[in-house]
């Protein structure tokens, strides 16, 4: 009870909710821009255009090697500008304009092309895409991680911000659905009218955004010397704290791109036999299910972390994401398609918790950094999370290419082998869920508790107070 006494958020801690909306709609258009490109990639290139997956494969892969460079490039950027709006806001605010236009024309390949001209459209609208998220949202994570210092007003705020991100993905699931609608000749020419509906909304939400939220550590940091390139990337990559919380984020995110897209095939092949239009329907609802409980579940999550803290939250929905993911053993069912909603509910509510807390965990890393160095470099840890993030997501797709090629699976055909759906079945069920117990264990380790954050504040608060007044006694004549 003391503990609980000792940890109540002070008021001048707590965050208005305009700037929790704001910053939750920055979130969102990240989170519908990425996620549905991921999504309908292999259903509109790959299915609706006829491109190998080995290409698309290569063709997602490439641009998040280009993240990999451009990822720190930005951090390290934003860091270091001294602008009158800010560090953030003017590439949150150009960025947003940015990501919403590219996402539009990449629904847009000209038709009867052929597909190496096809992948050559969609790999350069890709780079463009992607370089315009990066210029958005690694400023737009940085400003998150500094909004407020204490511990459980970053949980509520990235649980916030993934409320929002749910409520935007309930229209990611429907995409393909209304993109296969009767008022178009097929998905191809849908998905193009449902890229530029979608590309106005993601500038709309970008822009509010840039525009509602504040910097709260602009005035510490005008001060404070250029961060070299360099020092950054030594300085994040000698950060064990970091590099175990990226580690566990990384086996998860790995073990599931490597599958990605292949339940969708399921659906299609396996569990409606080749009946795209009732894959969809089923596809929609599943998603639909996701958000949903999603929504629900950022109360739940917040409840947990804010009474067992961040670390025994995350660990408890890794087993339960990897008992989820060993549940569609049985759930995908010909018989009972329906089945397959009970392993999507427990995904979700697993993966809402990860990406949620591992952003507030951030965070606090980046304040026991300005402890050890004395310097505060959110834009740099989001950057570097981000890099190692998309050079594995960048991997994955060239595995997901091969893989998939190896299941024996042939884009050509109306029905599939019976050993290619085996195949497709055993790599999308087992390689997450052993990915998912692997990361639950490495968080036993996990070294930065409530305590130690709450500890870390109270340092930082003291050594600012000594700094101000050792200020104004130089000043003083």
Known sequence: MELKQRHITKEEDKLPAAQKIG??????????AVNSTANLTNLIYNIGLGVSPILLGLGQCLPRIWDA????????L????RSRFGRRIPYIFAGGIGLGITFAFLWMPPRGLGETA???????????FYTAATVFDVPRGALGYELTPDYHEKTRLFATSSFLINVGSLMIPWLYFIANLDWFADEVEGMKYVGIVLGIILILSAVTCAVVCKERKFQQVKAQPRIPLRETITTTAANRTFLRLLGIVLLVTIGFYFVAGYSNYILIFYVYQGDKQAASVMMGWCGTLWSLLSLAGVFLMTSMATRIGKTMTVMIFLIVMACGNLLKIVCYSRAYPWLVLIPTALLSLGMLVLFSLVFAMIADICDEDELRTGRRREGSYHAMYGWWWKVGIGLSYIVQGFLLRATGFNEKLPAQAESTLFWLRFWEITLPAAMCLISAGLLTKYPLTEARAYEIKARLEERRKTAAETEESGQTP
């Open 23 to 32: 910053y939750g709609m920055g979130a969102m258009a990240t989170n519908v």
């Open 118 to 128: 096809t992948f050559a459209y969609f790999l350069a609208m890709s780079i463009l």
């Open 78 to 81: 934003s860091d270091n500008t």
């Open 69 to 76: 460079v451009t990822d720190p490039l930005i951090g390290n």
